[in-house]
């Protein structure tokens, strides 16, 4: 079912209003002889949602976050009038999917509201540039003189509480202050485009209209100026570089996301796990480095390993040559399917020093992004991203990122199972799949097989325990950010300009609002064991062979790996199923 249309009153020409009202209504239920696909209505509702997220664009309008809990309930209501029992067990799976993801979107538009009021006192101002701009959406006859009043106030209202901010009459913490800077960010740009839509095209617009909104984008950005430098602590004149801002959820929500995703553990249970991991992957570490010459001491085997890069200018080459092998070796070994065609087009883009700052390492999916350094860094930032990204430590992120990894999986999205990833897509999937990888070659014994790359292997094993740890701890709030960086340091081995770029991409901004959320780095390496157990599951039962499980996986789709499960063996589902799989013992 389509979203009721607002009713609002739209001026299309100088005696000519209609209101949406007086369109036909949508039929609320699906004529039974149109009888909607699932698949189908799974795009529909991500196509829907495409629509009102166009729309209702003002992220923090009130209006957007009733109508798209309104849809949600319109929808939800509608899925309890399917005959679920008759169902195929791949709709049944699609409805279960969507069940969740409805009720999920629903839950978090409140909580997103909820936490948005928290900034709301530093940004008193919000609601008159909403209203401003809804009215330009709606299409509402605007008034030139009173939008120039109406800015008047807005450029009072900002200077207003920019001094009190300077004289601490308003407080905020750092994370909230910083989310503040964000929407103020938005709001100018959403009441630029306001301007843009008026200006040169209505004259009176221009004459009234013009100077009072270059005032208050002015006022906007030296406030934004403000609250970085007087709450966060961020110089605006130098970038920040040396802070990292984060906002902890709490272990409240870390349960809701778990749920969400499928994962039926505890933040506690987690950090166990990825100690437990942890532990073996020094245990395995410190015998690579006894058999290097180096004795327990793992850190000067990492040190040892760092310097054998690639020459300067050769990352690339370097890259393309790991990329490559690791597709020979899976299909010499006949472990997955890799159409030609995902082999031979994929492209290689280099990071640039700014992106370097959050992706210390390589990035891949459609296309490989290499890491290296460029001759505007500092020496010593020079040294640390060469080291970072050693010719031991790429083999492993080659494959990670590539085939058959990321690039390999976003292949086969695309051509299967697509309705799915629009909505289902989870991190412990993506990651998981990838890191998956990494796990079974090295239990494989013949791909990383010289001391070096299997430390190497090892450093990136560790660092996936290490997420786990420090992005839950980071959120139960028993870690601060740059604990967090010293944490990869002592624990992983980690460069710290690398490791500080790993935390900030982890953890600035709001997991609320869009940002990385709260789970995704712990995605990493709890999606792979997920993985790793389904496939000792299906292999000791006979129900599939290595390829075929691994192409089974693919073909399903972006979806959590709990569900892969029960298309796989073929397990009983209900409308309210809840997660319940325990994948590590």
């Known amino acids: ?12 020409g100088d005696n000519l209003d209609f209101a949406w009202e007086q369109l036909s209504p949508v ?14 209505r799974v795009r529909r509702v991500a196509a829907d949602l495409d629509e009102l997220d166009l729309y209702y664009n003002l992220p923090n309008a009130p209006r957007r976050y009733a109508k798209i809990k309104e849809y949600c309930s319109s929808e939800l209501s509608n899925i309890k009038d399917l005959p679920f029992d008759s169902l195929s067990q791949q709709d049944k799976v699609d409805i279960v999917l969507l069940t969740r993801f409805l009720e999920h979107l629903s839950r978090h538009q409140t909580l997103v509201e909820e936490s948005h009021r928290k900034v709301q006192p530093l940004v008193p101002f919000e609601s008159s540039i909403t209203a401003l701009c809804e009215a330009r959406q709606d299409g509402r006859v605007m008034q030139a003189e009173q939008a120039a009043h109406d800015l008047d106030e807005i450029r009072t209202s900002i200077v207003q509480i920019q001094t009190d901010i300077q004289a601490g009459r308003t407080t905020a913490s750092k994370p909230t202050a910083h989310q503040a800077t964000k929407v ?14 008026y200006s040169t ?12 909104w ?46 969400h995703e499928m994962i039926p553990y505890t933040p506690e249970e987690l950090l166990s796990i ?72 994929w492209r290689m883009f280099t990071l640039t020093p700014s992106q370097q700052r959050t992706a210390p390492f390589f990035l891949g999916g459609p296309s490989i992004l290499v890491a290296s350094p460029a001759s505007s860094m500092g020496q010593p930032l020079k040294a640390a991203v060469l080291r970072a990204n050693n010719r031991h430590f790429s083999r492993a992120v080659a494959l990670h990122e590539m085939i058959p990894g990321h690039r390999l999986q976003r292949f086969a999205e695309r051509r299967h199972s697509t309705h799915r ?22 239990d494989r014994g013949d791909f990383f097989v010289t001391p070096e790359d299997r430390a190497g292997t090892m450093f990136w094993r560790m660092h ?29 081995g980690h460069e710290r300009a690398a490791a500080e770029a790993e935390v900030r991409r982890s953890l600035e901004g709001s997991p609320l609002e869009g940002a990385y959320g709260p789970l995704y780095q712990a995605a990493y390496l709890l999606g792979a064991l997920q993985l790793r157990e389904l496939r000792r599951v299906v292999l000791a039962e006979g129900r599939m062979g290595e390829r075929e499980f691994h192409d089974a996986v693919l073909r399903a789709g972006g979806m959590p790996v709990e569900m892969i499960k029960a298309l796989l063996l073929g397990e009983a589902l209900s409308p309210r199923y809840q997660t319940r799989w325990r994948f590590y013992d």
């Open 27 to 40: 039929p609320s239920k699906t004529d039974a002889s149109h009888a909607e696909a699932i698949p189908d």
């Open 184 to 197: 103020i960010e938005n709001l100018r740009g959403h009441l630029q485009e306001w301007f843009d839509f």
């Open 421 to 442: 990833a629009a909505l289902f897509s989870t991190p412990f999937l993506t990651e998981g799949w990838a890191t998956y990888w990494e796990l079974l070659l090295w």
């Open 1 to 12: 079912m389509s979203p009721s249309q607002p009713s609002l009153s739209v001026a299309t």
């Open 201 to 212: 095209y209505d004259p009176a617009f221009d004459w009234w209209a013009t100077t009072p």
């Open 464 to 492: 996936r325990c290490m997420r786990v740890v420090f992005s839950l701890r980071f959120h139960l709030g028993e870690l601060t950010p740059r604990q967090c960086v010293d944490l990869l340091v002592a624990k992983v």
């Open 274 to 345: 990825a100690h437990k991991e942890y532990d073996r992957c020094l245990l395995e570490m410190k015998a690579i480095s006894n058999e290097l010459g180096f004795g327990s001491d793992w850190k000067k085997t990492l040190d040892h390993v760092k310097t054998q890069s690639a020459p300067i200018s050769k990352q690339t080459d370097l890259v393309r040559h790991l990329v490559n092998e690791a597709a020979a070796y899976v299909q010499h070994h006949d472990l997955v399917t890799v159409p030609p065609l995902a082999a031979s087009t």
């Open 214 to 259: 270059q005032a208050v984008d002015t006022a906007l950005a030296g406030y934004i100026d403000t609250i970085l430098f007087t709450v966060v602590g961020i110089d605006p004149g130098n970038g920040g570089h040396d802070q990292i801002v984060g906002e902890p959820i709490g272990r409240a929500m870390l349960l809701s996301e778990l749920s």
